[in-house]
């Protein structure tokens, strides 16, 4: 008898200590643009403009214009019976007075290359959100999880933006930047 009531016992505790079902919602940033704002989030249907750059450049450029475009999320959990929903907002951005822009590189050739640092910053973006999507999170840890994975796509934003200025040489090689063009829509058409 006494086993029977051991084994009821242990049974109850591990039904107590059952991990919630974790749900990851990304909501989108619907936010409409400011034209005061010296941010401008990304949208697909709006690109850079040269007015978008309004740093003075430094007194000696080592390029022809810099694009200061990065991103960031936020949001909250709520636990609603056996489920615990992470509610979280995507912010991809470009910080207008970070970004600047010298007179030789102000055409639309320019303008293409410093979108695609744009392009670039919501291919990780959308990449981070896959991840952590598709991520086993835990509730006692799930935090924490998000956030390491943001670092590590941080890391590939800044190694892919690096990268591409690198090998296009910021823009002057144009067979490459064309190559980075539809690697790119390649990537962005695929998730």
Not at 82 to 88: A, F, G, M, P
Not at 95 to 119: C, M, N, R
Not at 139 to 154: C, G, K, L, N
Request: proline residues 4%; charged residues 20%; hydrophobic residues 35%.
């Amino acid at each position: 008898m006494r086993s029977i009531i051991i084994w009821t016992c242990c049974l109850f505790g591990s039904l107590m200590s059952t991990q919630p079902v974790i749900k990851v919602v990304f909501v989108p940033d619907t936010r409409p643009e400011n034209s005061q704002s010296d941010t401008l989030f990304y949208h697909s249907d709006r690109k850079l403009q040269w007015s978008d750059f309004q740093a003075a450049p430094p007194s000696r450029p080592k390029s022809g214009a810099v694009s200061y475009s990065s991103f960031a999320y936020e949001g909250g959990s709520i636990r609603k019976k056996d489920t615990l929903y992470i509610n979280l907002t995507l912010q991809v951005f470009h910080i207008k007075s970070a970004s600047w822009v010298t007179p030789p590189v102000q055409d639309d050739y320019g303008l293409a290359h410093e979108q695609l640092h744009f392009d670039i910053t919501w291919l990780v973006a959308l990449r981070f959100r896959k991840k952590v999507t598709q991520m086993e999170l835990t509730a006692d840890d799930y935090d924490s999880m998000i956030q390491y994975e943001y670092i590590e796509s941080f890391r590939e934003m800044n190694r892919l933006q690096e990268a591409y200025d690198r090998e296009t040489n910021h823009g002057i090689n144009h067979f490459v930047q064309y190559q980075w063009q539809q690697a790119i829509a390649d990537s962005l058409r695929a998730l």
